[in-house]
């Protein structure tokens, strides 16, 4: 086993064998070889053309050769095309051929592979085949057939079994009119054509065969589809299960089959689950501490699925073919143990550029139990440039439980300069905080790897409001005497002084970085500061006292709280003008706006209360009594909860905002402000009052999978995907994964109409899903977050298939502050599985970003069920777009697939129809932002149940756009 660490660059430094494990994932096959595979099929026209390898050879089993020769077939022989297997009693026969399928051939059977172009055949004459064909490998319009005397089954990329019973067919007589062929489909889907057995000719138009149904026909009778109930998988693979598997003991023999057992591994992988890459780079120890320790297994975890014997088989040969291939191992693998890691521990954290070029996954957990209370599993840093020819995790036969039982506990008490106030920032590495020490001449920065000191910076007396720009470079202090100092964080100098009204207090930037505005609490006004230039562009008269500001996700307004009014300024920034005053009828000082721009969050230390107003209509939509002063507020990555401080009580209330109800209370001395960490999971809360001091508390909401920081970035080359699940369990506060991009990195676009400010920034990209899961069981709090960031995707963000239950209490797709989602693929795919999002939405786009696809939002196919409880398939906030090519639904496969709608949105907010979808339209939204054109496809496929008050849809504000063509 070998320890994860951080990574640089360089080779692995050392590697752990892999032994034979049951749990050895189907998916991992795909990651393992894609690129290794380096036999084709063969061009027809030659002699003696090679089709393949033998595998696995049990008892006697022999190739006829042109019908001239017939030789005793040994393990690792070639064979080619036109030869005709024949497998005797209590014989077996595995062939991997060219690298695009694995026929398994059991006792009593009789075979022939030919070959035209474009078009592999494996002709049945009788017997039983199973057959695993990888789509990856097939080009173009290419094809494998699978031919009986009444049938032809035309394949890509496809598990099946299929068998001929027929009398005579064994010793070479005639073609009994009486023959019956099965073309069972365990995985994915084929089309069959009925032949005439006399003459061999098509009959009639084919049949779709989707996973887990059977094709039967008997003679010229026309074919019938059937349900495989899962008690009789058993009976349909039966006889295709070696009982010992391939012998290479001979130093030549292992050589010779070293490739060929990558081929076999990949080939398997990828037809039995879809599959994914990957493996790291030199691994430079831990990143702090130990993650060593045991852990016991998550109680109350269901047993993962059973596999099929069939599929079990040849996931056996997969982990003897990586035996032999360990040159293609993954390069950090945790296997056959339990681990148990700390928050700010990874399996690997990318810190630099690193690249590789094996196909195998970087990082596979096999059969193991791995504890992750916070933070990512797998983290790419704001500097980190990660390149792979293959997927990145793989989770094999696994547990992965991402729970924080240890949530909202201080972790340090770091001592800082005098009197630290409500001016803190964290910089977007995650890396350092900076704290202004209001009665001292300082500012304090803070390892947050160490919690210690690590700089002192003199900027004069009584440094009051702090904020950190987008990219982190800069600090800037809002000083008493009617300055602004501008910190260099790479020098931890000042670096420059700039004159703004008197008193400032609170600073926030735009999110681009180009301008910052200080609140000047004595002149009553707010300076708007080009960052470049150091200039003030602006200044802008508000009402009495204003205290502290924060500005949309967005950046089209701010938000100005006044101590000394009963209403806030609302600033339209591209005029700088004042367009809205919500009164809320006393004082307001904290402020902080939710990541999707729909909430402002305010504290009204008067009244001892929090107050929420709805950004769309700027009213008070919900208030929470805190029963004692209240002062700075903030709130968490996600938007679940928020934190608020209470000064003279000696604690910070924590709340849920989907409840709006205190769930903790945390007790802290003299509390003056909070800040949180880039990846949410350290609280920093200064304390005055002679304390002196700034608390570090731990409010992870749990591990993901994957966290990629502003600044850093993940390619994968392959069509495997970042991140895959099979027969495993994963449990979580957290989500599957963050990714955030650099805030400063935006560019203007129009879609639909809308003007947006897009993310253009990268953190990952890949030809596959970012998240794959087979057989597993999962339940998360939140699925993948795109912050500020791009994401070009060829593939669905989640894709859950065989037999996948996952539920997601808030979201499962979220984009917040100008994100940019632009895809060729459906963005959830769901096949033969199920998902359930409790209080969330499907897909939420908020703070002026853009969801576009040129396909379906979520296809739902193979009995799949997809259940809204509280929230819709889709909710779009703020001046957000979505615009989708294909459909909102499309239904696929077999029949039996269920969309249940449970919500009760249409009981609180005014709701309409659009070519049949119910839409609640919320604060100011109407049906004129709304084009539906075809919105569920292949709807005799499945069913959506409504409740009385359900809607599908939710649109708030007048500006966002939904629109959805149907093609």
Known sequence: MQAGGRISGGAVRSRAAVADNPAMSMRCIRWLAAAALVLLWPAPGHAQQRAGVVSTLEGHVTATRRGLTTVAL?????????????????????????????????????????????????????????????????????????????????????????EVAQATAQSGGPVSSGVTSGIHVLRGSVEVHQLDPRTGSRVGPPTVVNGLQSYTATGGQAGRVAPIPPDQVGHVTSGLTPASGPSAKEPANREQLRAQAVQTATALMTALGGGGDAAPAETQGGRSGSDQGEVSSPTNQPPPPIIPSFERVLLREI????????????????????????????????????????????????????????????LVEPAGGVSLASGLLAVAGSAIDGTNYNLDTVVASVGVGSGPNFGIGVLPSGSATY???????????????????????????????????????????????GQVKVIDTATNTVSATIAVGAIPAGIAFAPDGARAYVVNEGANTVSVVDTATRTVLATVGVGSTPFNVALTPDGKYAYVTQLGSNAMAVIDTATNTVVATPNLGAGTQGIAISPDGSRVYVTKPGAFDLKVLETATN???????????????GISWDGSRVFVVHPNNNAVSVIDTGTLTVVATLVINSPNGVALSPDGTRLYVPQGGGVNAVTVVDVSPGGALLGVLPGGRLATSSTSPVLGMLNSTFVTDSGVAGLFGRPDQLAAEVDQGNALTLGTDQPVSTGGALFEASGSTISLRGGVLLDSALFLASAPLLSLLGGTTMNVSLDAIRLVKNAKLDSTSAIVNLSASTLSVSSGALASVNGGSLLRTTSDLVRVTNGSTLNLITGPLLAITGNSVVSIGGALIAFGGSAGNVVNVTNSLCASFACGTVSGIKIAFVAGASATQVSITNPIKNAGLGTINMGGNAALVRIEGPAAKLVVSGN
């Open 435 to 481: 704290v202004a020490n209001n009665t001292d001449t300082t500012v304090s920065v803070i390892d947050n790897a160490t919690n210690t000191v690590s700089a002192t910076i003199a900027v004069g007396n009584n440094p009051i409001g702090l904020a950190i720009s987008p990219d982190g470079r800069q600090a800037w202090v809002s000083m008493n005497a």
């Open 319 to 378: 982990r003897r073919a990586l035996a032999i291939a360990e040159d293609d191992l993954p390069a950090i693998i945790v296997k056959d143990t339990t681990r148990s890691m700390g928050e700010h521990d990874a399996l690997a954290a990318f810190a630099g550029s690193f690249s590789r070029e094996k196909h195998s996954p970087l990082i596979l957990i096999d059969n193991s139990t791995v504890r992750k209370p916070g933070g990512a599993l797998v």
């Open 74 to 162: 040994k393990f690792k022989d070639d064979v080619y095309l036109d030869d005709k297997i024949t497998t005797g009693d209590r014989s077996l026969a595995r062939l991997l051929l060219g690298g695009k399928a694995v026929v398994t051939v059991r006792e009593r059977s009789v075979l022939t592979i030919t070959e035209a172009p474009g078009v592999s055949t494996v002709k049945l004459d009788a017997g039983k085949i199973g057959l695993a064909v990888v789509h990856e490998r097939m080009k173009p319009g290419e094809v494998v057939e699978i031919r009986t005397p009444n049938a032809i089954a035309a394949v890509r990329g496809t598990v099946l079994v299929a």
């Open 619 to 633: 009213t008070v939509v919900g208030v929470v009594n805190l029963g004692n002063t209240v002062r700075a507020v």
